[in-house]
């Protein structure tokens, strides 16, 4: 049995998070674990206290934000082909393709290489439910929104259009937390401290705000396991991709860059970092391995010098399962 440390955000607040460009008319579709640690670690070198940071980047993992409707936690689908009966599949291809949550216990048998039997209600957009439900109502729902941006004095108001996320009642997200005990208090107040400041863009006219509530989540060991998934974001060191089999493997690689909004210095804020390519949650790779991943410094190289690191995180958290793919 795998115990993580559970964190959910609760009474969530509308909340954009960017895709690292100027455009605020689409939104990125998952709130991803390198940008939460990058949060943690900004609050805390903001509350002056940057000692200790790199312990927190090593040391720390989380989950990517999965959503959750009341006591149902969802999990991302793992890569691949679901493994569900022939009959399931040649009714339902089209709407199985679109899936990318499952609900928790369900994941557990999927992820044990379980073929299961999915009927229709079981399908709600990219959610599959554990039992078969007359109506299913998704967590959250983008919507767009016009905006006006006011320029200095005597320039046009250019108006605009912003996606934001919002969260159905009793719904919301949360993340998985992997962290050694003496660090637990720590992370524990910065999340909570994270909620107060807001995470995403437009935190000063109410985004991306929240409250936390903390507890733990069992996840059923795998007999038999022979991959491993992720439920993170991950940077692979150099060991880790000796160890894997890259064509044997199901994953997604995922562009990481974008500003440095969260800088504390306001000079460095229009600064573009470094970018990276991580494997995506849901990412299968081949064998049973206790991925270490590694952080990476994308501060600018055109500048003076005196900019400060710009950490990402890339230590996944993973879970063994069986795969029958070949």
């Not at 674990?33 to 200790?52: V, Y």
């Not at 959503?67 to 709407?95: I, N, W």
């Not at 000796?242 to 860059?257: I, T, Y």
């Amino acid at each position: 049995m795998a115990t993580f440390q559970l964190v959910k955000f609760t009474h969530m607040s509308p909340m954009h998070i960017g895709l690292g460009r100027d455009s605020y008319d689409v939104a990125a579709p998952a709130l991803h674990s390198d940008t939460i640690i990058a949060a943690l670690a900004a609050l805390k070198a903001q509350s002056g206290n940057a000692h200790g940071i790199d312990e927190l980047m090593r040391q720390v993992a989380v989950s990517s934000a999965f959503p959750y409707a009341g006591d149902e936690l969802f999990l991302p689908k793992p890569c691949g082909r679901l493994p569900v009966s022939k009959q399931s599949e040649e009714q339902y291809r089209k709407r199985l393709k679109k899936v990318r949550f499952v609900s928790r216990t369900l994941w557990q048998s999927l992820v044990a290489g379980d073929p299961i039997d999915v009927e229709e209600k079981q399908l709600y957009g990219q959610f599959l439910l554990q039992t078969p439900a007359d109506s299913f109502t998704a967590p959250m729902v983008h919507a767009t929104r016009q905006r006006v941006q006011v320029g200095a004095e005597g320039d046009a108001a250019e108006p605009f259009t912003f996606d934001w996320t919002f969260f159905r009642p009793g719904c919301g997200l949360y993340c998985l937390l992997s962290c050694p005990d003496e660090l637990l208090g720590e992370v524990k107040s910065l999340f909570a401290l994270l909620g107060e400041e807001g995470i995403g863009s437009d935190r000063t006219v109410g985004g991306g705000h929240f409250e936390v509530e903390f507890g733990t989540v069992d996840l059923k060991d795998v007999a038999g396991a022979n991959a491993t998934m992720l439920l993170s974001m991950c940077l692979p060191s150099e060991d880790d991709l000796k160890n894997v089999d890259l064509e044997a493997s199901r994953f997604e690689l995922v562009q990481r860059g974008g500003f440095m909004a969260g800088s504390s210095v306001d000079g460095y804020r229009h600064l573009r970092k470094k970018s990276i390519m991580m494997f995506a949650p849901g990412a299968v790779l081949s064998g049973v391995h206790t991925l270490s991943g590694k952080v990476a410094d994308l501060r600018p190289d055109a500048t003076d010098g005196e900019v400060h690191p710009v950490y990402r995180g890339g230590r996944p958290i993973c879970f063994p399962i069986k795969t029958n793919e070949q």
